[in-house]
């Protein structure tokens, strides 16, 4: 039986050395998503709380709490205001989504971490985007026609299936 030679050495080295990199490369790459997914979630919650849609919350609240839209405001702002939420809700909805099928094996910790932060929002919303919805069906413009942007929302209910009970999943 003849002895390893120095080339066998080498081999081994190379391959240890490889699967080494591999396996470093997969630990940078999880450590990299794993950033990817905080800063999305973090970035979906300051969609809602900031801006455009924190505008919206803002006038269909007012709706909400006094049956009337602030002064200077007409229904067509509130209506306006009414999809701006909605959307925003359809957008944090994807993102959620996405986040949870990245790790379909093991519940992604941003995950959770979004539904902390929107859980009250979601709820909050349940039950007033329909007085919004019922004020505005009186105004006359009419009822809107919300069907297909509140699916996403109404998903997103079924993640916080009843009030104040925290995430469903």
Known sequence: MSGMRIQDYTAISSAAVAVSAAVYAAYQARIQHRREDFELARSLHADLTTGA??????LLGTVVFTESP???????DIRGAYFTLLWCFERIEGGRRSLADRRQSKTNPAVKFLDDLIGWHVDFWRDDFGKVRDWLAQQPDGPVSDSASRAA???L?????TSGSGPGV
């Open 157 to 161: 209910c079924s993640v916080f299936p």
């Open 70 to 76: 602030p002064k200077g405001k007409a229904a067509a």
């Open 153 to 155: 929302f109404d998903r």
């Open 53 to 58: 849609a924190a505008e919206a919350r803002d």
